[in-house]
């Protein structure tokens, strides 16, 4: 059993800056492809990054792309999201997930293992 656990999300103003950090605990973490998700109100979940196991390659959706980094840990079980110049649209629940799968994907259904999120907002 694979268990994902997201902390760091918050109340930040416009320009701000935080770090989502997801630990995982269970299985093999570095053999994983890991990635972010973010669900706003009333709109469906939306990818925004993803790294592959050894964090040599990552994949960023183009609305936060220059804006958010992601990585790893491998040693730490751990992946993270450094998010800065944060915009009011940005505001979201925050989702970690990993997949077992052998490419990285920006498609939900390819993940199998999920966090239960956390809830980022700015303030304009």
Do not use: H
Not at 19 to 44: D, E, H, K, N
Not at 70 to 96: F, G, H, W
């Amino acid at each position: 059993q694979v268990q994902l656990v997201e902390s760091g999300g918050g109340l930040v103003q416009a320009g701000g800056s935080l770090r989502l950090s997801c630990a995982v605990s269970g299985r093999t973490f570095s053999s994983y492809i890991m990635g972010w998700f973010r669900q706003a109100p009333g709109a469906g979940r939306e990818f925004v990054a993803a790294i592959i196991w050894s964090g040599a390659r990552t994949y960023t959706a183009d609305s936060v792309k220059g804006r958010f980094t992601i990585s790893r840990d491998n040693a730490k079980n751990t992946v993270y999201l450094q998010m800065n110049s944060l915009k009011p649209e940005d505001t979201a629940v925050y989702y970690c997930a990993a997949t077992g799968g052998g490419r990285i994907s920006s498609s939900p259904s390819e993940y199998t293992y999920w966090g239960q999120g956390t809830q980022v907002t700015v303030s304009s």
